[in-house]
């Protein structure tokens, strides 16, 4: 019986070598009839690819003068050459895993051959693989299916069949690469856990040193851990990874690569990695830090909504480097928390700063008194409050710029020209008030509202942009219709947020059953094409993007011309070539004219009885410019537009929790949301000073240039 088991076994082997020796020659031989063309097709591809295809590598994202802020990645890995892995890294991962690798050619016959007698079962091929054949794994399972579950099973079956791709591949690479080039390959592909993959990520992160000075014993642990890296983690498992460290060197010296003495030696060492964990950079926008991660989320979402794949920015090794101006955006970050404390309960408060230009409008600086990071307990946050479109939150009276630019655009009205400002209107075109209205009946249309201050009758359209009557601007949009002026918030900047919220909701129904429900649905329905909408659009009640607002300043400074708001300064890919950008292209918005009038009608804001004078005196501001305060109904939310001709930027305060209510501002570092419905916030307080706080000093050293020449045809009426 023991004799007939032995025979058996020997057919069964010399009959699993045939097998294997069949198929691992096809690429050679052709071996027709055995395996279709197309099977020879795939393992050719796949053989170049391991030859020529790098695998997924760290995305780095910049500032405008290329120092490194952040990386993106899937894996975190830095490509290495041969040449730049030690000897002793080299030879503890040969010593251990293909101690024949320098004399076969792809795959070792006799350890085949061993391991198939040593299993009970001819069938099972399993054991034996060179690092040639663990390549071909590794790169199969890290980057050809690293997000194909089933792929990555596969391509660790054991089973005959694919044992012998395997195989065929490993040969037809070795005639495609040296050596050094194959084992330089696999550590460049191979796991070393939590997310490391690589020689060169892998020396970094636990030993804080480059693969070309691994010793022996910091080499040694590195090989014992790729044949099973989360059981081998040393910060997780240290005593299995001390004897797995321990059993490498035995097999170095095995090899004669490693005296037994020096062996028993290092044995004795610590594993000597670095405390708490690898060091690795994380792997989002959180390794921006708290200042500059709104920065870098705002690239993110830009590249991913212009025509990068998420899945090609987080592995394909790009350099992004972008227009954030790091002085800029500390000095706006550190003037957004000067007015509300970062760990205020409740209160944001941004600024979005972007540089005007015919060309490009680039995004300079984006800060809140936030953090971003993800400790909600400290008051950290990933929503990204200075570029997102607020969450029921509005800007105001800020929007009375897009009524304003609407008269000026039909010849309505011009700068200088009188307006009226009575104390209360009751408009019978638009309905939503934001309160039953005394004087008109239930169930009919109409709006009523009054200024929240004491205004005279009449005044010219420059003086109104400066003081903000409420009236003034729904009697414009009045005269003007409702379309003209969404139309005109989108044209000079207002994309996203046009597109995408209450501003451009469906229309009012002016059959509700209830004042209630009209208000209800007034607060949800905005004016479209088709409908008169709300008349409150002016006063700015819709979610609103500080950073959209920030490039309608630019828009106007720009000459009226419209360009992307980009955070992009140059894209280059892991061999240093262009990668071009799906950007919109720049437009002219408005007439050049209307535009430079326009900057000259908000050029009094900030002197004289204007809604932002007292900020700009407490900085002490000189330069000219042009600005528009903004606040929401209850001084829930306020902002403050400005620009000069070098630099356009939005402050914004608001409740990003719990929008619902009031802000009070009891001047800088007392600012805080109210209990009740109600506050005294302002946008020519918290967010005119935190403007005006940054912009003093971003713009310190810099020349005083003089506003656009306004253009007399849009100086009057029918001009």
Request: hydrophobic share 35%; proline share 7%.
């Amino acid at each position: 019986m023991r004799m007939r088991d032995g025979l058996l076994k020997m057919l069964g082997l010399c009959l699993l070598a045939g097998v294997l020796v069949a198929g691992i020659l096809f690429p050679v031989v052709g071996a027709a009839g055995v395996i279709s063309n197309e099977a020879s097709d795939t393992v050719e591809s796949m053989s170049s690819d391991l030859a020529d295809e790098p695998p997924p590598l760290v995305t780095t994202i910049t500032d405008k003068d290329g120092e490194p802020i952040a990386t993106l990645y899937k894996q975190y890995r830095i490509p290495t050459s041969p040449e730049q892995i030690s000897d002793a890294m080299k030879w503890a991962l040969i010593s251990v895993e293909d101690r024949r690798f320098y004399s076969h050619h792809g795959v070792d016959w006799q350890g085949t051959l061993r391991a198939a007698i040593s299993n009970s079962s001819g069938a099972d091929t399993q054991g034996a693989s060179t690092l040639t054949q663990q390549y071909v794994k590794n790169y199969l399972i890290n980057v050809t299916y690293r997000d194909d579950q089933l792929g990555q099973q596969r391509a660790q079956e054991q089973t005959i069949a694919r044992k012998l791709k395997e195989a065929r591949i490993a040969i037809q690479l070795e005639t495609k690469m040296s050596k050094e080039q194959i084992l330089a390959g696999y550590l460049n592909v191979v796991e070393f856990s939590r997310q490391i993959y690589g020689v060169g990520a892998a020396a970094h992160a636990y030993f804080d040193t480059t693969p070309d000075k691994l010793n022996v014993a910091q080499s040694a642990l590195l090989a014992g851990m790729v044949n099973n890296p989360a059981v081998n983690d040393p910060w997780n498992n240290p005593e299995r990874a001390t004897e797995r460290r321990n059993a490498v060197l035995d097999r170095m010296v095995d090899n004669r690569k490693l005296s037994e003495e020096d062996g028993e030696r290092i044995k004795q060492e610590p594993l000597g990695v670095v405390p708490d964990g690898p060091n690795k950079p994380p792997s989002n926008c959180v390794g921006a830090g708290p200042e500059h991660g709104f920065f870098c989320e705002y690239v993110e979402d830009y590249l991913l909504e212009h025509g990068m794949d998420e899945d090609e920015l987080l592995t394909g090794g790009y350099t992004v480097r972008t227009t954030l101006d790091k002085v800029a955006n500390s000095a706006a970050k550190e003037s957004a928390e000067e007015q509300v404390s970062k760990n205020q309960e409740n209160v944001a408060n941004t600024l979005s700063l972007v540089k005007p230009g015919k060309d490009r409008h680039e995004v300079v600086a984006l800060a809140a008194n936030r953090d971003y990071g993800p400790d909600a307990n400290a008051g950290q946050t990933e929503y990204a409050l200075p570029s997102d479109i607020a969450n029921v939150t509005g800007t105001g009276s800020s929007y009375k710029i897009f009524t304003a630019a609407a008269a000026l655009e039909q010849r309505k009205v011009g700068i200088y020209d009188t307006v009226q400002a009575p104390s209360s209107y009751v408009s019978r075109v638009f309905s939503g008030s934001p309160a039953p209205c005394p004087f008109i009946a239930p169930y009919t249309r109409g709006y009523c509202l009054g200024n929240a201050g004491t205004y005279p009758s009449s005044m010219s359209l420059q003086q109104a942009l400066a003081t903000s009557p409420n009236t003034t601007f729904v009697i414009l949009e009045e005269m003007v219709g409702m379309k003209p002026v969404v139309d005109m918030a989108s044209k000079l900047g207002m994309r996203k947020t046009m597109a995408s919220n209450a501003a451009t909701g469906g229309p009012v129904d002016p059959n509700g059953d209830s004042d209630a429900v009209r208000q209800s649905q007034a607060q949800f329905y905005g004016p479209s094409e088709n409908s008169p909408g709300k008349g409150s659009f002016t006063l700015g009640q819709s979610p609103t993007s500080g950073l959209e607002l920030a490039n309608v300043a630019a828009t106007i400074m720009s000459g009226g011309v419209w360009c992307p708001p980009t955070p992009i300064g140059e894209v280059t890919d892991r061999d240093g070539k262009p990668v071009s950008i799906q950007e919109e292209p720049c437009e002219q918005a408005v007439p050049e004219g209307l535009a430079n009038t326009l900057a000259v009608g908000l050029s009094k804001d900030d002197v004289g009885g204007g809604t932002s004078a007292e900020a700009a005196a407490a900085a002490n501001w000189k330069r000219p410019m042009i600005g528009k305060t903004g606040t929401t109904q209850n001084n829930g939310s306020a902002a403050f537009v400005g620009a000069t001709p070098q630099l356009a930027g939005v402050a914004m305060v608001f409740r990003p929790d719990l929008p619902n209510g009031g802000l009070v501002d009891g001047g800088p570092g007392n600012v805080y949301a109210s209990a009740g419905t109600s506050g005294n916030m302002f946008g020519g307080k918290t967010p005119a000073r935190t403007w005006f706080g940054a912009m003093t000093k971003i713009l310190e050293g810099e020349p005083v240039l003089p506003l656009p020449k306004s253009d007399p045809a849009y100086e009057r009426s029918g001009g």
